[in-house]
């Protein structure tokens, strides 16, 4: 019999763990390179996006992951405002997006399938609210 109740229950397969990361890294290392485009922003604020959201449903201690999300997002939104070119932040901005890419790279290890896609969700929820309310902080991923 297995452990898992359901394959929901399950941890992220490994090699998806695998390929998540390297993306969410190598973009990191795009951005304090300064030559992170607009696919690298991507991997990057979505990984900001999840571990808010992790916070808001309770799996992330706010008071511990909060402070260096309201930074990384501060920091995208400056990068993705820097002139036609690569992106490019401060060093504070980078220290917060390397906090906040551990906490994602742990999450992917640390919660199931299920867990993570509950986060997605969440995000979303919080997109179509804030289309709805312009006083939403959630940092919105762009095409």
């Avoid at 309201?70 to 060093?91: F, K, L």
Wanted: proline fraction near 6%; charged fraction near 20%; glycine fraction near 4%.
């Amino acid at each position: 019999m297995s452990y898992y109740k359901t394959a929901i229950d399950r941890p992220t397969p490994r090699a998806e763990q695998t390929r998540v990361l390297l993306c969410v890294w190598t973009a990191f290392e795009c951005m304090y390179k300064a030559s992170a485009g607009r696919a690298e922003w991507a991997h990057l604020a979505d990984a900001i996006n999840i571990v808010e959201s992790l916070c808001c449903l309770g799996k992330f201690d706010p008071k511990r992951v909060m402070p260096h999300v309201t930074v990384a997002q501060a920091a995208m939104v400056e990068a993705v405002q820097c002139e036609p070119g690569p992106m490019r932040m401060s060093e504070t901005g980078l220290s917060a997006l390397a906090e906040v890419c551990t906490f994602y790279d742990n999450a992917l290890f640390k919660f199931s399938v299920g867990t993570l896609n509950r986060a997605r969700d969440y995000f979303i929820g919080v997109q179509v609210k804030h289309a709805i309310s312009p006083e939403s902080s959630t940092l919105m991923v762009m095409p």
